[in-house]
């Protein structure tokens, strides 16, 4: 038998928190069902969605179990690229889960990065609805210039891109490309 992977999950929202919604949810499930078979780490921020105050009850700054996640909190000061990338390059694993489209930190840099080879990782990429029309819709222009400077510089040259039904193949299909590395895996959803 061989060693379970580890897949390092980025997301700007994670448990405790939950104004987030779905995202922490999604993430949360995901490494509950799964966790059997692969080993998950998290980096995310010490505070919930639109928040302006950290978690009472994590530690922050280095890498500590939420309810049998290995998770790193990333405080608001070290909210920066350097931090971020340092993190990135000092944590064993094999592939990186972008658990957003839009976010600067958690999607955006590490695209970037893998593009620059400041990290070697292979990337998962999932959109979370945000290829949508009515979420493009939100901030459009600068989504839509984000879009066009992904695919003018390659930023989404080998990603596997996951998508959560049918529709968002189509999304990414019609948006990225028609030929984009897309794996359909429905949310989880816990059994009764």
């Not at 891109?161 to 816990?190: G, H, P, Y």
């Amino acid at each position: 038998m061989s060693a379970k992977k580890t897949i390092l999950i980025l997301c700007d929202w994670f448990l405790p928190g939950y104004l987030a919604g779905g995202p922490i949810q999604s993430i949360a499930t995901l490494t509950k069902q799964l966790g059997n078979d692969i080993n998950f780490k998290i980096i995310t921020t010490d505070r919930d969605f639109k928040s302006n105050k950290p978690y009472d009850t994590i530690k922050v700054n280095e890498w500590t179990n939420f309810e049998g996640r290995d998770v790193f909190y990333v405080s608001h000061e070290n909210m920066n690229p350097d931090y971020i990338l340092n993190l990135i390059q000092n944590t064993q694993h094999d592939s990186i889960y972008l658990n957003s489209l839009f976010s600067k930190l958690f999607a955006v840099s590490p695209l970037k990065w893998k593009q620059q080879a400041k990290i070697n990782s292979n990337i998962i990429l999932a959109p979370r609805g945000m290829l949508g029309d009515g979420a493009l819709a939100i901030k459009a222009f600068k989504k839509q210039l984000f879009l066009m400077y992904a695919k003018t510089f390659g930023l989404f040259k080998n990603v596997c891109w996951q998508s959560t039904s049918a529709q968002e193949t189509a999304e990414i299909k019609k948006r990225i490309s028609i030929n984009a590395d897309i794996v359909e895996v429905s949310n989880l959803q816990f059994c009764n």
